[in-house]
């Protein structure tokens, strides 16, 4: 049975009379052979759009199966499917492996009530709408489905998240001036800054982030200072000090705040304590080399992860930046792998361009409507969107290895090869964290021979 089912979904060339479509037979040398080379009396036309396709049920391709599907979701009470929503039909239907959509539909109630609302018309087609349903990744990918195809406008993620996180928090603080002050911080502050972000480029995830552990932080300052019987006018230097040396480090993070709060005139006769910075943690030249062995090696970690992984150890690239990387990042000329981290064109060493190569004829979430064509050096799950940061940071720290620390131990070795101010021209640093990482190594760099004419680079491990 199980070879029947597979010779009906088999799709190629004939060995026999080159044929594009099913090839469903094998001949003599076991090589897949069409329905009229190797006569085997199967339909496998779809009936609907003349396909030679793997049919979803009898007379039907998995194409329009979904088609059907969808449509009969989105239409409205007469049957019929406003224009609006027909790109995300054409969308979803266009998928590389439409069976695995007909699943995700027939598998989750989440998406057959979103699509039969938004297609009935008790959802508005707005973002507002959507923010009002209960948050999940259903509704988000929908949302970013429509956003892509044109549908609802373009709206930042994060900013919209952080506005809407930032209306929990206020609704969570009791008090009325101290809950005043956060919302004037949140919008006048954080708020402003990340909308202005994404006036130049899409914010990022650490963006967001930050501005939500600042005022968090901000939140809990002045819950703190309420306890103590003291409101923030009547803030003075002792508060601040306090505030700092009794509690965890991530107290420091204050200063965002306090900083703010002097501009607007909230507090006077303070100075604001600059942060301790302690440095990332390293790892070891031997460790480098062995977590790099191990991703090179790996058979069952994603390549998407293995490859960032790399790109940590061999060229000390910082995640956020990673997870941004596009497809003409890479050059694949022959057996030649390059990469541009900067202005200049590196040489890839082997194995590593070998996995490169490979892994751009598959990158990963190219089967679904949300990457049909992906820029995206690593595609996420988000329709549009590449992989988040996070992914490749929990993914690796899974692996044993972290990070930011990979990330300093790969430097102090770089800088002990190169000067570092080839090294921040080739690989995107700023020259002063060059300089660092230099000085941390003890690296004699007025030594380094003066760089040659050529810009081009090559690593090897």
Known sequence: MYCYQAAKRRAGTCADCGHQGMTPGLNAAGQPTCLECSRIPLDLRCHQCGTEAWLAKKNTCWACELKNLLTALLADAEGVVRPELAPLITALAGMRRPNSGVTWIRTNPKVVN???????????????????????????????????????????????????????????????????????????????????????????????????????????F?????????????CTQHDIDAWLSTGPSTRQQVDDFLGWAVRQRLIKGITIPGRQYLGHPHIGEDHRLDLLRMLLLHETMPANHRIAGCLILLFGQPVQRIARMRIDHVKVNGEVVELRLSREWITVPEPFATLLRTYLSSRLHMNTAANPDSPWLFPGGMPGKPITP????????????????????????????????????????????????????????????????????????
């Open 114 to 220: 979103l699509l039969s609302a938004l297609g009935n018309g008790t959802l508005p087609m707005n973002h507002a709408a959507l923010d009002a349903l209960p948050r999940s990744q259903t509704v988000e990918y929908i949302r970013e489905l429509l956003v892509m195809h044109e549908i609802l406008p373009f709206r930042d993620r994060y900013v919209a998240g952080y506005e809407r996180w930032l209306a929990t928090k206020l609704a969570s603080i009791e008090g009325t001036e101290q809950r005043k002050i956060v919302e004037q911080f949140g919008r006048w502050h954080h708020l402003r800054r990340l909308r202005a972000q994404a006036a130049r480029a899409p914010v990022t995830e650490n963006a967001f982030l930050h501005a939500k552990q600042s005022t968090t932080i901000a939140t809990a």
């Open 222 to 234: 002045l819950h703190w200072l309420h306890e103590r019987g003291c409101h923030l006018h009547a």
């Open 390 to 461: 996070r992914m490749i940071t929990d993914q690796l720290k899974r692996e044993g290895l972290p990070p930011l620390a990979a990330r300093s131990g790969t430097w102090l070795q770089l800088v002990r090869e190169a000067p570092p101010s080839v090294l921040a021209q080739a690989l995107g640093i700023h020259p002063t964290t060059a300089m660092r990482y230099a000085k941390l190594a003890g690296a004699d760099f007025l030594s380094y021979p003066r760089p040659g004419g050529s810009s081009s680079m090559s690593m090897d491990s």
